[in-house]
């Protein structure tokens, strides 16, 4: 009796996948290597079969089966990773999450909502909306990114400065473990007892154990919002100027700051002589934002810099979610793509400079730039993008890995973190160690044989090699 066959047994028929266009379109997520490698025509593993599960018996009865037989198993959303988190082999059953995808309750008076791990991000966040609340949570890949998989990749979204990253507004994670032991993690609005375990799911990116539900705490929408742009001289004075209106607590949900590069290929209708762009987003109260406005407004011309056309950030809400394919760029001879980490207020200026200067080393680069998208108390991230062009198509992946290289190695160099919001995948797992040091590492290989002793949750992916 097949793998099919015994699996359609236990959950139907009908959730049981195995059609080539099926397989082939589960073959990788949005990695951009993966993509490359399709595009060059090389070959693209695809998973030996697709399990679309519809309740959470479901996924418990797939957990169970692939433990039995030490088959490996590996979690999919919506498939919006960026990082290589999804690498299926002819020996795995892909575990496609999209067939759970309700609406378990939304609670107004408590103001939490409780859906699926497969609702569509953008689909919950309009659900609540129409309740006159919100997530507060708006990844650029909203609108094709799972509930589930913000908790997977410890996900941010563009509103963190106010409302706080995906960690901050999760209640409860419902979740089957490796031995299919279903879990919920999280009763109230916080808690003492023990250590809280729902982190022990929160960036795991499928290696510890499936997530079914997430519970996530809303807020009411704001009713008022208003915009501002200034201009710095350069990157380290609008740093500056965003540490102080930070730590004098004042905290627009969206601080962006552009360097000169972006600001060009962005923004050129309201460049500004090469400068830095900062904008900002006032929501909530309109009392608070009358407030808040002229406050940070006093504080970045303090900070030396200039008012700008508020209109740059409106263009900026319009457009925000808007990315080519890797397939356009590949067609036009460029691979590029974005790296996301973070440092310290004393760290993030050195980091900056030197992962611009590593990035124009390598050869075919024709851009390095960055801004910054999340800002706290202590520091701030920065968003590297890059792009490099090559006749030779061949010479497209190399060049990729040595400029995510010298972006983790720079950034580890002055203390900073190597990851921010989009996990770790394949692509971090050399460098966790300049996060979580040797010690870290150990035990995070501890914990997965703990929690996964058989070793089938998304084999490969995140967990540094022993």
Not at 303 to 308: N, V, Y
Not at 340 to 354: F, L, M, P, V
Request: net charge negative.
């Amino acid at each position: 009796m097949t793998i099919a066959t015994q699996l359609a047994e236990r959950i139907g028929r009908d959730k049981v996948l195995g059609d080539a266009e099926t397989l082939r379109a589960r073959r990788y997520d949005q990695w951009c290597v993966k993509h490359l490698r399709d595009w060059r025509g090389e070959h693209v593993p695809a998973p030996g079969i697709v399990v679309r599960p519809e309740s959470v018996a479901d996924v418990r009865q797939v957990v169970l089966f692939a433990n039995e037989r030490r088959i490996p198993l590996i979690p999919f959303g919506l498939g919006s990773g960026v990082c290589g988190g999804v690498e299926p082999t002819p020996e795995a059953i892909l575990l496609d999450m999209g067939g759970m995808a309700s609406v378990r309750f939304i609670d107004e008076t408590n103001l939490l909502a409780s859906f699926d791990a497969g609702m569509n991000g953008l689909l919950a966040e309009e659900t609540v909306a129409a309740h006159g609340l919100t997530i507060g949570h708006w990844p650029q890949s909203i609108g094709i990114s799972s509930v589930g998989g913000w908790v997977s990749t410890r996900a941010s979204g563009q509103y963190s400065t106010a409302y706080g990253n995906i960690e901050d507004m999760i209640y409860a994670v419902e979740a089957v473990m490796p031995d299919g032991n279903v879990v919920t993690l999280g009763k109230a609005p916080r808690a003492a007892a023990g250590p809280d375990l729902r982190h022990l799911l929160m960036g795991a990116e499928g290696s510890m154990g499936v997530v079914t539900g997430v519970t996530l705490s809303l807020r009411r929408a704001a009713p008022f919002r208003q915009c501002s742009v200034f201009f710095a001289r350069d990157m380290e004075a609008g740093f500056e100027a965003q540490r102080r209106i930070i730590q004098a607590d004042w905290k627009p949900p969206v601080m962006r700051q552009y360097d000169g590069r972006e600001v060009r290929r962005l923004f050129k209708d309201f460049q500004r002589d090469g400068k830095s762009m900062l904008l900002m987003v006032h929501e909530g109260p309109r009392e608070r934002v009358e407030a808040e406005m002229p406050a940070v407004a006093a504080i970045a011309t303090a900070a030396g810099l200039e008012p700008g056309d508020p209109a740059a950030a409106e263009q900026w809400l319009a457009r925000r979610n808007h990315v080519p394919t890797w397939k356009d760029m590949f067609e036009r001879g460029y691979v590029a793509d974005t790296a996301e980490i973070s440092g310290t207020w004393t760290q993030i200026a050195d980091i900056y400079n030197d992962v611009i200067r590593d990035l124009n080393g390598v050869e075919g680069v024709i851009n390095a730039s960055a801004h910054s998208s999340h800002v706290y108390r202590s520091g701030i991230n920065l968003y590297f993008s890059f792009a490099a062009t090559f006749e030779d198509t061949g010479s497209m992946e190399p060049a990729y890995f040595e400029c995510w290289r010298r972006i983790m190695e720079a950034t580890a160099r002055h203390g900073g973190g190597v990851a921010h919001h989009h996990g770790a995948g394949r692509l971090r797992k050399p460098y966790l160690a300049h996060d979580l040091g040797a010690g870290g590492v150990a035990l995070l290989r501890r914990l997965k044989s703990a929690m996964d002793p058989n070793g089938i949750m998304n084999p490969g992916n995140l967990i540094p090699d022993a």
